[in-house]
């Protein structure tokens, strides 16, 4: 596996890409494509990584993905079996320069969304009152045509752009993305991660899965997502308790249990450090 260049489908004068992705999953492996996407969550949840982002996603979110991030929508576990009845659905928007042309791209009344898209190597998140607002407008544009359409996607972009609460993810973009080497690399990195995340991991096994010595292992994930192994580990697991705690069947101890930490007091901890919230808070 490696970190796709994921090519857009798009035909040749359109102004932008609208695509609808319905499965049991969304597509679980990092990727990156030069197209800025705006993404809105319609069913479906789990952990978003783009950049050195780690986080929740789930219905009603709206994302900004900058162009050649490397990301992943990646669901929980419970999608991937197939007697569980629910579904992922998602609208995504992809443009950048060349759907329109570099001329267009930097007239004066565009510098906006030039700044725009310099933000969105960060990727961001949609939030406040405008939210609903917005995700409507998304989910609208399919049924318009021509100018209509084009005059709605404009709209769009210039209320994303003057919204002051959509929030930077990432703490720092990552510009140049990863070469089919690194990607491949990273890729299994996190598939091992999320696959064994629920048990005590030693870094050695991960090195060994990444075909490096632990000290190059560490140098290499610090140098590529901006953080250490055990604390982008800890992110997956509390994504994982997150879901579990939604779900309702479990007490405190055992999501954390169930996530990979070996006692309460140390999931609390860490849980409290990355959500803000304590788990019995989050629950509320």
Known sequence: MKVVAFNVPKIKKEA????????????????QHPEIQIMLIQQGGGTLIAGDYVG???PGDIFVIGSRLPHVFRSDQKYYQSAHP????AVSIYFNESYWGRAFWELDELAGLRKFADRSARALVVKGKAKDEIASQIGHLHRLQGMEKLIAFFTLLKQLIELKTARPLALA???KGYNPEDGKRMNAILAFTFAQCHRRLYIKEVADVAHLSVEAFCRYFKMHTQKTYTAFLNEVRVSHACQLLISGDLTV?????QSGFNNISNFNRVFKRITG???SRYLK
């Open 277 to 279: 919230k304590t788990p």
């Open 173 to 175: 973009p990552l510009r």
């Open 56 to 58: 929740r996603f789930g």
């Open 86 to 89: 629910g579904q992922s659905r």
């Open 16 to 31: 932008f890409r609208l695509q609808e992705d319905r499965g049991r999953f969304f597509y679980d492996q990092l990727h």
């Open 253 to 257: 101890a055992d999501v954390g249990y």
